[in-house]
């Protein structure tokens, strides 16, 4: 539980400001790949596909499981995918906000949460993984405390059982990424690990290790009880091991980081990059230079390593790929170490305390930094509105869209029946970028092909492209749609480069024909 003299009815408060704050944000113009790809992944699942079995999927399918259900609870739409994105993102920047209030004074942890809404606002991307992951992750961290502190900091003096809820949070944060997700059950177990032998001294050595044992059981427990029945389930589903392998093993190590990487000291990048690193390994110091024996330093203590640990383990993936969107990801459990900061300029001889409090908000803004890249222009809200409601594509309504993609999705709706197929891709294969995942589902037309994420290093290979070349010839789709410009990269990686493959793009010049150009988007027809 949380102190008492903590304790109130402000994280209520908090979730409805967020809320609020976020929700303008909901008209954002729909992003044709990384929203598209869960939109279009969760439309799969509906329609009785399975990921890696039928469907290419990079991670763990938690974010497109999710959304089906928002589907099938009230319909398939833009806006309900976003409203539950939202809401989750509220709930974020409290967990964010309760673990800065465990390691230092009030006012900092406002500025944190503050902080937490600025962040969130300006993503601008919906349907992603990656920051309910972390989200899910800072709260299985949050639940650890809790845990903890209710049991004196050892679990021998009070209930092993109450790390359950920390395992199965951490468990579900596995489900949407399991890579981000494993780093976050880690630094829990970590933290489990450091409250019963570190931060708790009253209490013999070999209790403390048997409570430590019995804790981290429960917690794994917890873990098992999520994860293990969904990996039953998936390898009941007679997917390949050696597609598995490729997914979970092979691109992620092998391929991505040629194709996907982006190098921290492109632009910017490398200053927030730095402060991700050094502020948790300043808290991790700071933590066990002055645990002290009072249960308040204490739990300060705690909150302050567990934190800078889950910051650490989810480093290395915004050292792979330093843009805007991981930095802005991963500065979500960063910005809970920030009381840190406060305690170390504050115990500086003779510093005015408001110098020391500019230092806390310079920190702050460093780690906004990458906000500033995606910001949203609230006045946009109400034009954005009018465009989303004008433009009649039923599960898009609200949102706006791009005209040539509206037309070309009525030309679409005029050549191929509800119930049959269709392929979109770009004006080429031989080089990929992204693509236009989100057509499929908002054309309510399926999709021909397993590898619907036309990623580098994948779609750009012989095998895979043989593969597509197959599907497209069996399901003989009456119109392919192809978008130009999505294959041009603008990062400094190997998704530049030409494989010199262009088998499918052979295959679609030979049975269809072109039969009129929407902007960015040709129509080909069946020869």
């Known amino acids: 539980m949380i102190d008492s003299t903590r304790h109130s009815s402000l994280p209520v408060l908090l979730f409805g400001a967020a809320l609020l704050a976020l929700l303008p944000g909901i008209v954002t113009p729909a992003n044709c790949y990384d929203e598209g790809l869960t939109l279009l992944g969760a439309d799969r699942l509906l329609r009785g596909e399975l990921p ?46 309760l673990l800065a209030d465990r390691a230092g004074p009030r006012w900092v942890a406002l500025a944190v949460w503050a902080a937490e809404v600025v962040l969130l606002a300006s993503l601008g991307q919906f349907g992603i993984a ?23 900091g050892a679990a021998a003096r009070g209930r092993p059982l109450r790390l359950l809820l920390p395992g199965l949070l951490a468990g579900l944060g596995i489900l949407f990424r399991h890579d981000l997700g494993t780093a976050g059950a ?7 690990g450091l409250g019963h032998l570190v931060f708790t001294s009253d209490v013999p050595v070999p209790a403390r290790l048997r409570s430590a044992l019995a804790g981290l059981a429960v917690f794994a427990a917890g873990v098992a009880a999520v994860v293990v029945p969904a990996a039953l389930l998936f390898l009941a589903t007679a997917t390949p091991f050696p597609r598995l392998l490729e997914i979970f093993v092979t691109y992620p190590l092998r391929v991505y980081p040629r194709v996907r990487a982006v190098p921290v000291l492109a632009g910017t990048a490398w200053l927030g990059v730095l402060v991700l690193e050094l502020l948790p390994l300043a808290a991790l110091a700071f933590a066990f230079s002055r645990p002290g024996r009072a249960p308040q330093r204490r739990r300060s203590a705690l909150a302050l390593s567990g934190t800078a640990a889950l910051v650490l383990l989810t480093s290395p993936f915004v050292l792979v790929r330093a843009d805007w969107l991981h930095q802005i990801a991963l500065s979500l459990p960063a910005l809970a170490l920030l009381p840190v900061s406060w305690w170390l300029l504050a115990g500086v001889p003779r510093l005015p305390p408001a110098v020391a409090r500019l230092g806390v908000v310079a920190l702050a803004t460093v780690l906004l930094r990458p906000a500033l890249q995606g ?61 236009d995942a989100i057509f499929y589902f908002l054309a309510e037309r399926a999709c ?3 590898y619907h994420n036309l990623l580098p290093g994948l779609v750009t290979t012989e095998r895979v492209q043989r593969q597509m070349t197959a599907e497209l010839v069996r399901a ?28 499918l793009d052979d295959a679609i010049r030979a049975g269809y024909r072109l039969e009129q150009t929407r902007g960015h988007y040709q129509i080909w027809t069946r020869r």
């Open 52 to 97: 890696y079995r039928d469907f290419w999927n990079t991670h763990t399918p938690g974010q497109i499981a999710v959304t089906a259900l928002v589907f099938r609870l009230v319909g398939p739409s833009i806006l309900a995918a976003r409203a539950f994105d939202i809401a989750a993102r509220a709930a974020w920047s409290v967990v964010v906000f």
């Open 130 to 152: 990656l920051t309910q992951a972390v989200g899910l992750s800072l709260a299985s961290l949050l639940a650890t405390l809790w845990a903890l502190a209710a049991s004196g």
């Open 186 to 192: 880690i630094a829990a177990a970590a933290t489990i």
């Open 375 to 435: 910001s949203q222009n609230w006045s946009r809200v109400p034009s954005l509105w009018r465009a989303g409601t004008s433009h009649g594509i039923p599960r898009a309504w609200g949102v706006p869209l791009e005209a040539d993609q509206v037309e070309a999705i009525r030309a679409v709706w005029e050549r191929v029946p509800p119930r049959a197929p269709l392929f979109v891709g770009n004006t080429r294969h031989d080089r990929a970028y992204r693509n």
């Open 448 to 450: 021909v092909t397993y």
């Open 476 to 503: 003989a789709p009456p119109v392919v749609v192809l978008r130009a410009g999505l294959d041009r990269s603008p990062e400094a990686n190997q998704s530049r480069v030409k494989s010199g493959v262009t088998l």
